[in-house]
Structure formats: C-alpha cells, structure tokens
C-alpha cells in the first residue's frame, strides 16, 4: 500500500483518479479548506513545501488540477494567458519540482493535461498550448528525475461525468468514463512506465 | 515582393532564416538599438504593439529569438522558468496575438521553437518544455486565424554555425546548415501551408 497525496480529488478528474486508487493511502488536498485533508495552491511554491513538509512521508503525488481560461484567440489577454500558464503549467511544473525534494525513493508524479492539444476546439487555446507544454514536459524531464522517481502524464478526452457542463461544445467528441480515466492513473502510480503520456480516448 | 518583419536578425537563427528571404523586402528587428532597423522586446505587449504601427504595412513576420534559460531540473528556479515562459513562450505568442491585429490579409507568421522537445538534452528541460508549447500552439492556433493568416513553426535542430559553442554538449547530434534552416523559413513565408511544425534535422 502506498500513501499517495492526491490534489484536487474533489473535482470530475480527481474523483475519476480516485476510482483508480482505492488500494492505497490517499491523502486528499486541494485549494478550498475544510473539504480535503490539505489545504494546497499549486501556484505557490510555499503552499507546497508546506503540504509536503506536512504530510511527511508518500510514495506518489497524482495531480487534476489546473486553472484555464477560455476565450477566442484573438480576444484572450495576456492576463487570460498568464493564468492558465501559472497553474496548468507553472503550477504542476513546480508540484514536481517541489515534490521531488521530499517524495520517496521509487516514488512517482502523475500529472493531467488533456486531449485539446490533438483535438483543438474553439475557445481552447490556452488549455491545449499548456496541456502540450505539460506532455512535453513530462516525456523529457523522466530522463533526469532522481532515486528512481517516475513521471507521466494521463492526458484525456471529455469525462462522462463533464458531458453535460461541456459536450454541447465538443462535437463529435466522445466521452469516456471516470473509471476508465482513473485506470490510467493506476497505471501511472502502480506501475514501471515513466516519461509517458496516458492518452485516455475513444 | 512581400514585406517581412524578422526579430532577431542578428542572432544564428535569424541570419539562418535571412538566406531564405533574401528575395523579399525583410525590416530587421531586435532588441539592441542601433543594429535593426526597429527595437523591440517580445515580452513587452507595448513594445510589440509600437513596432507594427511604426512599420505600417507587412505581411509576414518572422520571429527568431526566445531567451531561455538552462539548469538541471532539480536546481532550476522558478525565476528560470518563467524568464523562459516569459521569453520563448509568452513572447512569441505575444508576436502573433498583437501582430494578428496589424498584418495583412493572407500574411503569415513565423515561429521559432527547437529540436530539443523531441531530443532531449541535460540542462535544457525549460527549453524544451516551451518549444513543446509553441509547436502545440502553433499546430492549434492556426484554425483560428482571421483573414487567411497563417501561422508555422520552425523546429530546427543545432546548427553548423553553432556547433562550436554547443556541439560539445550534444553528443551524436548531427549539425545542419543554416542555409538549409533558411529553406525551412522560406517554405513557411512563400508556402501556403499552415499549422506545420517544420522539422529541420538530419
């Protein structure tokens, strides 16, 4: 059994994780405080080190969240682009690079980024520029993760459970269930791949 | 004959990309004044935005700089990162979301990234992760550019002309010629192709 701080586990893609995950110990964190065992914001290099000094020892971080913003190219600001920059790439860039100081040997990073950046859509500039940064991130930063710490990505389509909120806007689109977007991060946590994006499509 | 903003003239890339443009009328620009034609900073929406009026008409713009920044991972600042996002990133992004207001109708812009996001390198995780982006960006982005503008990427791997200051870092890394990324350049700017990522390796 491994204690795995998951962040973000309240919303569609931490639940989904979380089906993925029941064998272990998950400690749950996240921005709002009172629902999560944490209380973490990934744009902060202090609020890491503080959940990680805090929870003390685990075995894997799982990362779903990331803050984007949605607007036409030509009309999103600069701002809109910094705010997505910092916490769906910054942000998960520095929950590794922070974690990697304190997770276990053998431990492993599952981060999220999603299929917008092979599938584009309206309004998804920035959450496909970000979501390629953070697949390309992942596949070369493995070669130089160290005591054996591994790291992926599980990159997927539209979740059933955010149909409804999204799929007008998503045209032949597919959506796939959280159970099965939670077995790619089972796949991350408990098995031997680094250096992967986990495509999760139908 | 069209007219084309090149931004970093002076540097390896912007005089590899020159050899490919010699047919047109190219304004230089950069950020050192004295040695273009026009001072500019990318990282700056003003400094962008006070460039195009000044040229006035232009149908292409190519940009060839992005500052990045190189450390291990586990000891790059998040400082480093974001001189890095700031530069490579949000920068050329930049140069495409203003530069869209002011460019010509069926014009094209140019982008710079590098072979690093598919050949990894020690030191270079920043580099790679935000030439990552803009491929990502440039692959998506270019559905919704208005009035037939373009947009492309240029992926180029070491150059001849750098290989003394870089070859020893780059081991089996197979340097091409500057005149062959000027192709590269070209094909962008007289082409009719958008949305490419432009591999430039041997």
Redesign the interface.
């Known amino acids: 059994m491994k204690t795995i701080i998951l962040i973000g586990a309240n919303g569609i893609v931490g639940k989904a994780a979380l089906t993925g995950l029941g064998k272990h110990n998950v400690i749950t964190a996240g921005r709002s405080t009172g629902n999560y065992d944490y209380q973490v914001d990934i744009t902060s290099?202090e609020s890491l080190r503080k959940l990680y000094k805090d929870v003390g020892h685990f075995d894997a971080v799982v990362n779903a969240v990331g803050v984007c913003e949605y607007a036409?190219?030509?009309e999103?600001t600069?701002k809109q682009?910094?705010n997505t920059?910092q916490s769906k790439?910054?942000g998960q860039?520095?929950v590794v690079?922070i974690g990697?100081?304190y997770i276990a040997d053998n431990g492993s990073f599952t981060l999220i980024s999603g299929i917008?950046?092979v599938k584009?859509l309206?309004y998804?500039?920035a959450d496909?520029?970000?979501?390629?940064?953070i697949?390309?991130?992942v596949?070369?930063?493995a070669?130089?993760?160290?005591r054996g710490i591994r790291i992926n990505s599980v990159n997927p389509t539209v979740l059933e459970e955010a149909w409804e909120a999204h799929g007008e806007l998503m045209p032949g689109f597919q959506p796939v269930s959280g159970t099965l977007v939670g077995k790619a991060f089972e796949r991350s946590v408990d098995g031997f791949i680094t250096g992967q994006v986990i495509f999760v499509d139908a």
């Open positions: 290099e036409n190219f030509t999103m600069e682009w910094m920059i790439m910054m860039i520095n690079r990697q100081e917008l950046n584009p309206p998804a500039i496909a520029t970000t979501s390629g940064a697949d390309t991130f596949k070369c930063v070669f130089e993760m160290p």
